[in-house]
Each structure stands twice: as structure tokens, then as C-alpha cells.
């Protein structure tokens, strides 16, 4: 697979970006792409593994270790090589519904299995993957392939998101009627509204997925919430033969300090959604970060998103606080391959930041305090103490206050972006839904059944938050489970 010597003969490359100062000019996808030659080059150093661990998508340490879906990497690593392009595609597609999302905001755990990142830097997967799928679409190979026999039954898929819109996907491709429902204007769930334009772009990439799949069959009903009085679940159960509730873990984490209540302090969704529908939409309301000094609170991919964001609004500055000590540059003891890499990484946003300021607005081992507002109640600073952390009488590792190091942080803007707890409840509580004790919904992983007879859940509000690549695997699955139940057999994958 690939060029036999190729790990040996080539280094690895990824696609330049952008100029950081550049890019945040605009909401413009900051990726740029490889020639054809290079990409080639970049499939050759794929090592004709005789166990290829990048597509196992096997949970080690509670990460994934391999694709979740298990795409058969190494076999369209093999193709793009010799320029096989259309039977590339075709690989990519037997796994994968949507290679140009995960191509674009996976973090690529395949990459993190890859045997050749024991010694030497892994395989491109990544770029590879969307630039198959680019390919794909550019060439005119993507069409719509409606199903050639419909089997009269009706299932609805609750959340358009991405478990949502892979059991949509299967569903429709097994010859059931489908309707998506979305509470949203736009369907895409997370892709649509949850990451920002530049990483992924919502009219070139996500709607044009999306008219595909209208176009094989599925309809999709928007500004509609399930549960309540635009559409109750008693007409939902008697409508639809089978219902897969994909609404992800959308519940925010918050932070219930003293002036948690002040004007300019937000969860970071509310103000990446908002900013998502002014860019489609201009002249749309959002909260802006222009010329404020803006503190984000929390780490990951919702923080990053809030620091590019909020350097495209034009901020005054941008500091982001995370709890957590700062990871190793390289792979500890008790992190080995091929484990995910839990490695010091910089993201675009805080690459943006360091050009735009000159150093990572990241600050760890600390935490807010208290938000601190004027007498009309607007927020002006944030207090912060660093944290040490140990066990405490129960054994368990929490943060601990370091006395000395109190700061307070003038600020216009918090966002908060420290995680979801799970599911929203109400369209649970209507449907009278069984839940585990994190307050996800109760189905077993591949079976997803939930305690309701031909009702299942997928994604996140199954499993609480996670990865998009785990989202089209449950939403594949629960599209597998959801066939059999309907036709007593299933050839879905």
C-alpha cells in the first residue's frame, strides 16, 4: 500500500495556511491546498502495515486510538499514490458519508495510531481524506442516487447534526422515508453552528452536502423543536414508524461565581452560533468582541474557536484561561503509541493570536473567581487565582487555589467554553425516555435502543460529548439497528 520505500524516501507534509494576519481578515477557509504530485507523494509514505492501527478505531485510555469509523485508510492512501482517484472516492465512501467534515474538523486519531508515528512523523490521513473527497466533488463523481425502492416505512431523525445526518444518510440509502428535524433555521446541527465559518465553510461545503441529500430523498423540516407545541412527540410516535434521537449534548457547563449574571459574560455556543448566522446573514444581531479585551475561559476546539472569532471581530485582546496544566511536547511515559497524543499542540487560533500579539493567549493552572461589573452592571474585569492540583479525602484530583497569585483581568467579553453536561431534557422528559446517570440517554453502544420500543439515540446525547467522527459512527449504527428493527434483517453496514 503505497510505495513500499516511500516512509523512508519522503518526509511528511501538510498543506500551507494562510498568513495568520492575513486570515482573520476574513471568514474564508484558511487551509490551502496540495498539487496533485505532492498528495501522491503523501499517500507513497503509507507503510503496507500488516496490522494498520489508524483504522481500528479501538478505545484505549478512554480515547480513541484509530478511526472511529474504521476507513479503509491505507487501501485509498494506495490509490491516490498510484493516481487512482475515482476508486479512491469509492473507498473513502464505503465508510464514510461525509469525508469533507471529518476531512476538515476531525482531529484525526488515525493519524495518532499511524505505526510510522513510532519514529517518524505519521501520514498526512487527514489532508489526503478531504482532498480525495474535493477531488471527488470537483470532478462531478458525487451525484445523487436515490434509492431504487422505497419500503413505505417512515422513520424520523430528531437533530441534524453529524450522528443525525449520518443515520439519515444510511436510512435513505436502505429505501425508508426519512424527515430530519431541526430547531435551528439551517440544518447542520454542531457543523452548521457550531464551528466557525473559516474552519468550515457552512454554503460550500455543509449546504452542499445537504441539497445532495434532499435531492436522494430526505426532507428536512427546520425551525421545528420536537417536544413542545410546534410539534408535540404524541404526533411524532403516531406519524413515524421508528424515531433516532440524535439532539447531541448540548447542555453548557457553567461557571456560578459572583457576577455570573453581569452584561458580556456568554457560553461560547451562544456566541459562535450568533456569529455563524451574521456571516451568512449580514446585518444580523451578534455579540460582538470589537474592542474589547475578551477572556475565554476553557480550552479545546470551543475555545479556540472563540480566540479566532474574537481576533476576526477586531478585540482589544484575548486571553485564554484553562485549568489544566500545559501538555508535554512529547508523548509521556503513561501516553504510548497508539494511544491518542495528549501533546502540547497550537491550534490556528492561538497561532492567530501569537501573530496578531506576539505569545499564545493561552494561561494554564488557572481559574476565574469572580466576574466584576460597573454600576450598570457590565462587565469589567475578571478575578483569577492559579491552582495546584491534588487528591482530596475521596482520592479524587481537584484544583486547589495558590495563595499569592490573585489577578484581576480587565475584560468586556467572558466566554465560556468549558464543556457540556449532556443532553437538553425537556424533549426527553416528554417522550418519558429511560437516562443513565450522567443524564444521556440509556442505549447500549451498538445496539442503541432506548427503553421506548422503536425509538433509538445516537451521538452525543447517547454517549455525552465527543467526537464528530463517533457522531457518523453512532448515527451509522443506530441507521443499522433502526433497519433491523423495521425489516426484521439489515444489509446496512
Known amino acids: 500500500m503505497g510505495k513500499p520505500t516511500g516512509f523512508m524516501e519522503f518526509c511528511r507534509e501538510i498543506?500551507?495556511?494562510?498568513?495568520?494576519?492575513?486570515?482573520?481578515?476574513?471568514?474564508?477557509?484558511?487551509h490551502l491546498h496540495?498539487?496533485?504530485?505532492?498528495?501522491?507523494?503523501?499517500?507513497?509514505?503509507?507503510?503496507?502495515?500488516?496490522?494498520?492501527?489508524?483504522?481500528?478505531?479501538?478505545?484505549?485510555?478512554?480515547?480513541?486510538?484509530?478511526?472511529?469509523?474504521?476507513?479503509?485508510?491505507?487501501?485509498?492512501?494506495?490509490?491516490?499514490?498510484?493516481?487512482?482517484?475515482?476508486?479512491?472516492l469509492d473507498r473513502l465512501h464505503r465508510t464514510n458519508n461525509f469525508p469533507e467534515f471529518t476531512g476538515r474538523?476531525?482531529?484525526?486519531?488515525?493519524?495518532?495510531?499511524?505505526?510510522?508515528?513510532?519514529?517518524?512523523?505519521?501520514?498526512?490521513?487527514?489532508?489526503?481524506?478531504?482532498?480525495?473527497?474535493?477531488?471527488?466533488w470537483q470532478e462531478g463523481w458525487i451525484v445523487a442516487n436515490q434509492p431504487k425502492i422505497r419500503?413505505?416505512?417512515?422513520?424520523?431523525?430528531?437533530?441534524?447534526?453529524?450522528?443525525?445526518?449520518?443515520?439519515?444518510?444510511?436510512?435513505?440509502?436502505?429505501?425508508?422515508?426519512?424527515?430530519?428535524?431541526?430547531?435551528?433555521?439551517?440544518?447542520g446541527g454542531l457543523l452548521m453552528y457550531g464551528i466557525p465559518n473559516m474552519k468550515l465553510d457552512k454554503r460550500e461545503v455543509v449546504l452542499r452536502r445537504v441539497k445532495l441529500l434532499e435531492q436522494e430523498g430526505i426532507n428536512f423540516v427546520c425551525n421545528t423543536a420536537i417536544g413542545g407545541s410546534d410539534y408535540p412527540?404524541?404526533?411524532?410516535?403516531s406519524e413515524f414508524d421508528a424515531v433516532i434521537l440524535a439532539t447531541g449534548a448540548t447542555l453548557p457547563r457553567d461557571l456560578p461565581i459572583e457576577g455570573r449574571g453581569l452584561n458580556g459574560v456568554h457560553f461560547a455556543m451562544d456566541f459562535l452560533a450568533a456569529n455563524t448566522r451574521a456571516v451568512l446573514n449580514p446585518g444580523t444581531d451578534f455579540i460582538s468582541a470589537k474592542g474589547k479585551d475578551?477572556?475565554?475561559?476553557?480550552?479545546?476546539?470551543?475555545?479556540?474557536?472563540?480566540?479566532?472569532?474574537?481576533?476576526?471581530?477586531?478585540?482589544?485582546?484575548?486571553?485564554?484561561?484553562?485549568?489544566?496544566?500545559?501538555?508535554?511536547?512529547q508523548r509521556a511515559a503513561d501516553n504510548p503509541w497508539p494511544e491518542w497524543p495528549k501533546t502540547h499542540k497550537v491550534d490556528y487560533g492561538q497561532e492567530e493570536a501569537a501573530a496578531?500579539?506576539?505569545?499564545?493567549?493561552?494561561?494554564?493552572?488557572?481559574?476565574?473567581?469572580?466576574?466584576?461589573?460597573?454600576?450598570?452592571?457590565?462587565?469589567?474585569?475578571?478575578?483569577?487565582?492559579?491552582?495546584?492540583?491534588?487528591?482530596?479525602?475521596?482520592?479524587?484530583?481537584?484544583?486547589?487555589?495558590?495563595?499569592?497569585?490573585e489577578q484581576v483581568r480587565p475584560a468586556g467579553l467572558v466566554l465560556l467554553a468549558m464543556g457540556f453536561l449532556g443532553p437538553e431534557q425537556p424533549l426527553l422528559d416528554a417522550l418519558g425516555v429511560e437516562r443513565d446517570g450522567r443524564s444521556n440517554i440509556k442505549a447500549e453502544y451498538e445496539q442503541y435502543t432506548t427503553s421506548i420500543p422503536g425509538v433509538f439515540a445516537a451521538g452525543d446525547c447517547r454517549r455525552g460529548q465527543s467526537l464528530v467522527v463517533w457522531a457518523f459512527n453512532e448515527g451509522r449504527g443506530a441507521a443499522r439497528e433502526c433497519d433491523r428493527y423495521l425489516m426484521g434483517e439489515t444489509e446496512l453496514p
Open 233 to 237: 412527540v404524541e404526533k411524532l410516535r
Open 34 to 88: 496540495m498539487s496533485e504530485e505532492a498528495l501522491r507523494t503523501q499517500g507513497a509514505r503509507c507503510m503496507d502495515c500488516g496490522i494498520p492501527f489508524c483504522h481500528t478505531g479501538t478505545l484505549l485510555s478512554g480515547m480513541a486510538s484509530g478511526c472511529p469509523i474504521n476507513n479503509l485508510i491505507p487501501e485509498w492512501n494506495d490509490l491516490v499514490y498510484r493516481g487512482l482517484w475515482q476508486q479512491a
Open 294 to 329: 475578551v477572556i475565554i475561559i476553557g480550552g479545546g476546539d470551543t475555545g479556540t474557536d472563540c480566540v479566532a472569532t474574537s481576533l476576526r471581530h477586531g478585540c482589544n485582546s484575548v486571553t485564554q484561561l484553562e485549568i489544566m496544566p500545559q501538555s508535554p511536547e
Open 151 to 187: 419500503t413505505g416505512k417512515k422513520v424520523a431523525v430528531v437533530g441534524s447534526g453529524p450522528a443525525g445526518l449520518s443515520a439519515a444518510a444510511q436510512l435513505n440509502k436502505a429505501g425508508h422515508t426519512v424527515t430530519v428535524f431541526e430547531r435551528a433555521d439551517l440544518p
Open 15 to 30: 498543506p500551507a495556511d494562510r498568513a495568520p494576519l492575513e486570515r482573520i481578515n476574513d471568514w474564508n477557509e484558511f
Open 356 to 405: 496578531r500579539y506576539g505569545a499564545d493567549p493561552r494561561t494554564y493552572l488557572t481559574t476565574a473567581t469572580k466576574f466584576e461589573g460597573d454600576a450598570s452592571g457590565n462587565l469589567t474585569a475578571v478575578h483569577t487565582v492559579q491552582v495546584s492540583w491534588g487528591k482530596n479525602e475521596k482520592g479524587q484530583f481537584v484544583p486547589n487555589p495558590v495563595p499569592g497569585t
Open 105 to 136: 474538523v476531525c482531529p484525526a486519531p488515525c493519524e495518532g495510531s499511524c505505526t510510522l508515528g513510532m519514529s517518524d512523523p505519521a501520514v498526512t490521513i487527514k489532508n489526503i481524506e478531504v482532498s480525495i473527497i474535493e477531488r471527488g
